[in-house]
């Protein structure tokens, strides 16, 4: 079956604009164009389109969907099974924090009383969820997914109190780093190391295991990506770099 932009974009849920982009950054060329000028799309297309966003749906930018598809040994069906994968740990999630949600409502009307690690599993879902959608991609590609997958596992068995001091922990170094840059320090002074170490504390919530060179791997990412360095640097701009330096000074 063929398709014209207008309802290929109706059957997928996108805009004639998106397909157009789509075709300028040869993401996605129709099958042909057909005398009229219009652009007609096959089954190939529709399969491409289907794996796109997928993949916009994992985060994935367009330049890193490009080089997936256009991998001459792209296997669709495992591609197929790890969506599978990510959108079943995706329900998951989801399921717990409605039902942190739920179980809320209820303690509010007086008709349960809900503990602490309920209390907390359901925001724990929430920020591993947000992590996955705005970092997974590129973290599993670079650790792998066992190692992710522990990490994720580590978060969910904290106790509300370690939650609390890991969040706390993440609120004092982006404290010292804004103190840092509005003061000119360097990295490599002792605030510096009192980040980095900091840091390696943060990471000790949720990492199975520790290694200085996976540190400065990941302090790295903070100045390479720009989402990395939009986090650290929301408020001061400057702190992401500060960070990796730090790390990379202090962390041998």
């Known amino acids: 079956m063929e398709y014209?932009?207008?309802?290929?974009?109706?059957?997928?849920g996108i805009s004639t604009r998106t397909l157009r982009y789509y075709d300028e950054i040869d993401l996605l060329p129709p099958a042909r164009v057909n005398s009229s000028g219009y652009r007609i799309y096959g089954a190939k297309e529709?399969?491409?389109?289907?794996?796109?966003l997928f993949y916009r749906e994992l985060g994935l930018s367009l330049e890193q969907i490009r080089a997936a598809l256009q991998t001459p040994d792209f296997d669709r069906l495992a591609a197929l099974k790890e969506h599978?994968?990510?959108?079943?740990?995706?329900?998951?999630?989801?399921d717990l924090l409605i039902d942190t949600v739920e179980k809320t409502i209820l303690a509010e009307e007086a008709k349960i009383t809900m503990n602490d690690h309920d209390k907390f599993m359901g925001f724990k879902k929430?920020?591993?969820?947000?992590?996955?959608?705005?970092?997974?991609?590129?973290?599993?590609?670079?650790?792998?997914?066992?190692?992710i997958d522990e990490s994720n596992a580590r978060l969910m068995n904290?106790?509300?109190?370690?939650?609390?001091?890991m969040q706390a922990t993440g609120d004092e170094i982006l404290r010292l780093l804004e103190q840092a840059i509005a003061r000119k320090a360097?990295?490599?002074?002792?605030?510096?190391?009192?980040?980095?170490?900091l840091h390696k504390k943060w990471l000790s919530y949720t990492w199975p295991s520790y290694s200085a060179q996976a540190h400065r791997g990941l302090a790295q990412m903070y100045t390479a990506d720009e989402r990395f360095r939009a986090?650290?640097?929301?408020?001061t701009d400057g702190c992401a770099e500060f960070l990796k330096r730090a790390i990379e000074k202090h962390m041998v």
């Open 4 to 12: 014209t932009i207008q309802k290929l974009a109706r059957l997928a």
């Open 46 to 52: 529709v399969d491409a389109l289907q794996q796109i």
């Open 84 to 94: 599978r994968r990510q959108l079943l740990r995706r329900r998951h999630q989801l």
């Open 126 to 147: 929430e920020l591993i969820e947000k992590n996955e959608k705005t970092y997974g991609a590129e973290i599993r590609q670079k650790y792998g997914n066992d190692k």
């Open 158 to 165: 904290l106790s509300p109190r370690e939650y609390e001091q």
């Open 186 to 197: 360097s990295p490599e002074e002792e605030i510096g190391k009192e980040i980095a170490f």
């Open 231 to 235: 986090y650290y640097d929301r408020h």
